[in-house]
């Protein structure tokens, strides 16, 4: 049995919502635009436009522009921060294990990232994540640690 997906009040992130970009969004990085299902505890998909803009494409590669896969980690990271932070708190990428990428992603792609909960321990989470296009998958995440962050909030420079 599944847990329906909800729609939560607009000052909250929830499906159909837009995702307010955190620090390596803000410096460069992937940037989820909307969140599509939220299911709380299960799983959750969201979109993710990929701009020509990003200075990633300035040096990663000038001639054939791939984004990054940490990039990539990155956006399934904070899509599972939203569905994890519904509980309170922030969550942070501390493991990623079998991991493939199976495709370039290029400027102009829309991405799809789904990530589903695995196992939820208080203060550690283990989930699964998977990035699609045009319904191939481009990245596949077997396993992601993510564990709640108390401290306060780092910023990239």
């Known amino acids: ?20 970009p955190d620090a390596l969004a803000v410096a460069g990085g992937l940037r989820l635009d909307r969140v599509v299902e939220l299911r709380p505890g299960a799983g959750a998909s969201a979109l993710a436009n990929v701009p020509n803009t990003l200075p990633v494409f300035d040096t ?3 001639r054939f522009p791939v984004l990054p896969g940490v990039l990539m980690l990155h956006g399934m990271a904070n899509l599972a921060d939203v569905l994890l932070a519904r509980d309170g708190g922030r969550w942070r990428l501390t493991g990623a294990r079998r991991v493939q990428f199976r495709h370039y992603v290029r400027p102009g ?13 208080g203060t550690v989470a283990r989930l699964s994540g998977r990035i699609t296009r045009a319904g191939a998958v481009v990245v596949l995440a ?5 564990t709640r962050d108390a401290g306060p909030e780092r910023e990239i420079s």
């Open 60 to 62: 990663h590669f000038q």
């Open 109 to 121: 792609d829309q991405l799809h990232v789904a990530v589903e909960v695995r196992q939820l321990d």
């Open 1 to 20: 049995m599944s847990t329906p997906a909800v729609t939560v009040p607009s000052t909250d992130v929830g499906a159909g919502s837009p995702v307010p």
């Open 142 to 146: 077997r396993e992601l640690t993510m």
